[in-house]
């Protein structure tokens, strides 16, 4: 009994071992689905006034907007809130062309990615881009206030209690762990047929 056990443990073992191929492919089509479906949100209004507040705090990339931080705090309006006022504000703010430039950023590259199952030239570029992509999302952590618990009185506020949109970023850490997976897989991909067609030409 103990034997057969044993040989059901290893043959497990063995089994999950050999999915490693399989594990990094899905891991890019995860990556796929997530950033082809946040990018087509962009297009959205709710989805581009809701990444206002990470924009404009950015050092990065609040000169894509032509309002600067705090105003936009004027303006903020709830998912599927329309105010005819506010909504005219982020026209002229540039919310709507910026969220729809970064949309379809984010959707090629989760197409990148997706491609390296295919072609790790193509897969490695997309991986570098995810990586420099969810690096940049996780700076919000340090720019963005809104990520943490404002202080309204209950006396739970500030670091490291994150509010919804703090707990929003700080899962971009499981994509770029997934990214640089996904990067070191094309990048050993490439350098074994390096070697491969070396020793052909030998």
């Given at each position: 009994m103990n034997a057969n056990i044993s040989r059901l443990y290893d043959n497990l073992l063995q089994l999950a071992a050999s999915s490693q191929t399989l594990g990094?492919?899905?891991?890019?089509?995860?990556?796929?689905?997530?950033?082809?479906?946040?990018?087509?949100?962009k297009f959205q209004n709710y989805e581009a006034e809701g990444i206002v507040p990470f924009v404009a705090n950015s050092?990065?990339?609040?000169?894509?907007?032509?309002?600067?931080?705090?105003?936009?705090?004027?303006?903020?309006?709830?998912?599927?809130?329309?105010?005819?006022?506010k909504h005219e504000w982020h026209v002229r703010n540039n919310t709507y062309g910026f969220s729809?430039?970064?949309?379809?950023?984010?959707?090629?590259i989760g197409v990148l990615v997706f491609l390296g199952i295919f072609s790790a030239r193509i897969g490695l570029a997309g991986a570098i881009l995810a990586v420099i992509m969810t690096v940049g999302t996780l700076s919000f952590l340090v720019t963005t206030p809104?990520?943490?618990?404002?202080?309204?009185?209950?006396?739970?506020a500030g670091f490291?209690?994150?509010?919804?949109?703090?707990?929003?970023?700080?899962?971009?850490?499981?994509i770029l762990a997934?990214?640089?997976?996904?990067?070191?897989?094309s990048a050993r991909r490439i350098l074994r047929k390096r070697n491969a067609d070396g020793i052909q030409n030998r």
């Amino acid at each position: 009994m103990n034997a057969n056990i044993s040989r059901l443990y290893d043959n497990l073992l063995q089994l999950a071992a050999s999915s490693q191929t399989l594990g990094i492919n899905l891991i890019r089509v995860a990556i796929l689905i997530v950033f082809v479906w946040i990018g087509g949100l962009k297009f959205q209004n709710y989805e581009a006034e809701g990444i206002v507040p990470f924009v404009a705090n950015s050092p990065f990339m609040s000169f894509f907007y032509t309002q600067k931080a705090p105003e936009y705090k004027n303006y903020k309006l709830k998912e599927g809130e329309f105010d005819a006022a506010k909504h005219e504000w982020h026209v002229r703010n540039n919310t709507y062309g910026f969220s729809h430039g970064l949309g379809i950023l984010i959707m090629a590259i989760g197409v990148l990615v997706f491609l390296g199952i295919f072609s790790a030239r193509i897969g490695l570029a997309g991986a570098i881009l995810a990586v420099i992509m969810t690096v940049g999302t996780l700076s919000f952590l340090v720019t963005t206030p809104e990520v943490w618990v404002p202080d309204l009185g209950s006396g739970e506020a500030g670091f490291p209690l994150l509010s919804g949109a703090g707990r929003l970023v700080v899962k971009d850490t499981v994509i770029l762990a997934g990214a640089l997976v996904a990067l070191s897989d094309s990048a050993r991909r490439i350098l074994r047929k390096r070697n491969a067609d070396g020793i052909q030409n030998r």
